[in-house]
């Protein structure tokens, strides 16, 4: 596949994490194809005790995508439509909420189809188009403390296919306290195996140390040309010497020297202009941005109508993807 957003593994990583299991829903015709992987999961109120479910794109990114096409988009997605909705009501699923992909653009194909909303921009670090792209993408200031960093001694190593993400486990933790993050954004070591066992080969660990302690870690997604960032740590007490800004700094001479074309870094926790992710992350690619689209679909309005009845919940049933969790409004939130 294009990129490992796609692939069933990627699904299977999130499985335990979103609370359901991975499926994936391929449509073929003389027009083309189209691949659908999602997340189908138990909503925890019955109707006449018949279980329904709900589907979602695994934390990330990802959607409906086509993958062939003979030209006429438009009618080979809502064909899929068609089909996906008789395989919705075959196996009961009531609605959905789908987080496209900003790199491979597929909320464009469909945003006649969902209701389709802009989130977010993302961040992207663009090293194809320049010979020195740390000179054309990152801003003077993140140079400047990258050059000061490397003075004073800071060192970094770059491994493909760690084997063992324990010292990295312990670094994340440390960082998502210090941040007062919410429990979702502590992985525990079960995520991590089996992120080695799904993606060794995809996993590539950066580590910063500074006078043989290493002060920061990132974790990592290389799929083909592709660099996704995952996730990162560093100790506090070395901030000065900017350990996050050399692991960025160590990963884009990495891709580039190994024909990557792009590494994309998410967006920020808000869709604010003044989010500080987002501001941090902008230090790393300046030229150019990509567009977060998430869609939502209610594909049985009877049984939504009814299950919402169930949870307690009245008013504006627009759209309550969440209503068996929190009984609140779906977030169209990625966590970054």
């Known amino acids: ?96 909420f789908v987080r496209f992909h900003p790199i491979f653009e597929n909320a464009l194909d469909f945003q006649e189809r969902y209701q389709v909303d802009f989130n977010r921009n993302t961040i ?102 592709l660099i996704h960032a995952h996730l990162t740590g560093t100790l506090q007490e070395f901030h000065h010497l900017a350990p996050a800004y050399v692991q960025q700094y160590a990963l884009a001479l990495w891709g580039k020297e190994n024909g990557i074309t792009l590494i994309h870094h998410g967006g920020g926790r808000t869709r604010e202009p003044d989010d500080k992710l987002y501001l941090f992350k902008k230090k790393f690619g300046r030229n150019s941005e990509r567009q977060y689209y998430t869609g939502r679909k209610i594909w049985n309005e009877q049984v939504y109508t009814q299950l919402c009845e169930e949870a307690g919940i009245t008013g504006n049933l627009d759209f309550h993807a969440s209503f068996w969790r929190n009984l609140q409004l779906v977030t169209t939130e990625t966590k970054e």
Not at 44 to 50: A, L, N, S, T, W
Request: aromatic letters at 14%; charged letters at 25%.
């Open 124 to 225: 992207q670090t663009n090293l194809a188009d320049y010979d020195d792209p740390i000179l054309h993408e990152y801003s003077a200031s993140c140079r400047r403390d990258i050059r000061h960093a490397l003075k004073e001694g800071v060192t970094y190593e770059v491994i493909r296919n760690p084997s063992d993400l324990k010292p990295f486990i312990q670094i994340y933790h440390s960082t998502m306290k210090r941040n007062s993050a919410e429990s979702i954004y502590y992985y525990d070591e079960h995520y991590f195996r089996k992120c080695i066992e799904l993606f060794g080969e995809n996993l590539v660990l950066v580590e910063v140390s500074y006078q043989g302690e290493v002060i920061g870690r990132s974790l990592n997604f290389v799929w083909k040309n």
């Open 1 to 96: 596949m294009l990129d490992l957003y796609f692939e069933e593994n990627y699904g299977q990583l999130y499985e335990e994490i979103e609370g359901g299991t991975c499926e994936v829903f391929e449509f073929e015709s003389p027009l083309g194809k189209v691949r659908h992987l999602f997340l189908k999961r138990k909503i925890p109120y019955m109707i006449q005790d018949e279980v329904f479910y709900d589907a979602v794109t695994p934390y990330g990114y990802g959607g409906p995508l086509v993958v062939q096409s003979s030209g006429d988009k438009g009618q080979l997605t809502a064909q899929f439509m068609t089909a996906f909705e008789e395989y919705c009501r075959q196996h009961k699923i009531v609605c959905e």
